[in-house]
C-alpha cells in the first residue's frame, strides 16, 4: 500500500508560474525524497529532506517537511515546459536495515504550457 | 558516471519464452532494485539486492527470477509470464541499503525496459 499520497493529482499551469505539491504519508519516517519522471522513462532524484530537516533547498526546489502533520511539500519556482512531468514523493520509513524500503505515493502529473 | 544502464528497452515476448532483463551500475552501490510501473501508477518494489545477495522479496512470483552475478550487474530473468505482467520494469542502484541509523541513500533509476507480454 502506499505510504505518500500527493495532491493535487495532476496540475496544469502557465510557464513562468510557481507549481506546489504536497505529500501527506501515515507513519513515521527517516526522510522523504522527492522524484521526476519523464513520460514512461525512469525516475530522477530531486531532493532528500531528512525527519529533522524542514526545510530545504535546491536551484528553483524547495521542499518543506512537517513531521506533526506528516506532510511535505514541493514548490518549483518559475516553471519552465521542460519541468512538465509526473512527480512522486517517496517516504523512507524506519526498519531493521534490510526491512526498511522506499514506498513512493501515487503520483502528481504537472503540465507547464508554454 | 551517475548512470545505470538497462537493456534492452523494449521487449516483446509470448507467454511462452524466456527473455532476461538486465541492468548494469559502474558506480561502486552495493544495493540494487527491481519495481514494476504500471502506466500512470508508482514503482513498486519487487526485489532488493545488497552486497550481492537478496535482501527483500516483495512476495513476486516465481516466474520472476533475480539473479545479481556481481556487484555491478542484476538480472531479471523471465519465464512464462502472464499479459497483466506488461509493464516498465525499472532497475536502481543505491550506494548501500541503509545507512548509519536506518537512512538510506539516494536511489538512482535507469530508464527502464518497456515489457509487453502477449
Known amino acids: 500500500s502506499q505510504q505518500g499520497e500527493e495532491d493535487p493529482q495532476a496540475l496544469s499551469i502557465q510557464e513562468g508560474e510557481n507549481a506546489t505539491m504536497n505529500c501527506s504519508y501515515k507513519?513515521?519516517?527517516?526522510?522523504l525524497q522527492w522524484y521526476r519522471q519523464n513520460s514512461g522513462r525512469g525516475l530522477v532524484h530531486l531532493i532528500l529532506?531528512?525527519?529533522?530537516?524542514r526545510e530545504k533547498h535546491s536551484g528553483r526546489l524547495r521542499v518543506t517537511l512537517d513531521t506533526s502533520k506528516k506532510s511535505s511539500s514541493l514548490l518549483i519556482t518559475a516553471s519552465r515546459a521542460a519541468d512538465t512531468a509526473s512527480y512522486f514523493c517517496?517516504?523512507?520509513?524506519?526498519?531493521?536495515?534490510?526491512?526498511?524500503?522506499?514506498?513512493f505515493g501515487k503520483g502528481i502529473t504537472l503540465s507547464v504550457r508554454p | 558516471d551517475t548512470e545505470v544502464t538497462q537493456t534492452p528497452k523494449h521487449l516483446v515476448m509470448g507467454m511462452t519464452n524466456k527473455k532476461s532483463l538486465k541492468c548494469e551500475q559502474h558506480?561502486?552501490?552495493?544495493?540494487m532494485y527491481w519495481y514494476k510501473q504500471k502506466a500512470k501508477k508508482p514503482p513498486e518494489l519487487m526485489f532488493v539486492y545488497s552486497y550481492e545477495k537478496l535482501s527483500i522479496n516483495e512476495s513476486v512470483p516465481s516466474r520472476f527470477s533475480p539473479e545479481c552475478p556481481n556487484s555491478s550487474l542484476l538480472n531479471l530473468h523471465l519465464h512464462a509470464l502472464q499479459p497483466e505482467d506488461s509493464a516498465l520494469y525499472l532497475c536502481a542502484s543505491s550506494r548501500r541499503l541503509a545507512g548509519g541509523r536506518g537512512r538510506r541513500d539516494t536511489q538512482y533509476f535507469g530508464p527502464g525496459t518497456r515489457l509487453t507480454v502477449l
Open positions: 558506480m561502486g552501490h552495493r544495493a
Open positions: 529532506i531528512r525527519s529533522n530537516e
Open positions: 517517496a517516504t523512507d520509513a524506519p526498519g531493521a536495515g534490510a526491512n526498511s524500503k522506499l514506498t
Open positions: 507513519t513515521s519516517i527517516n526522510n
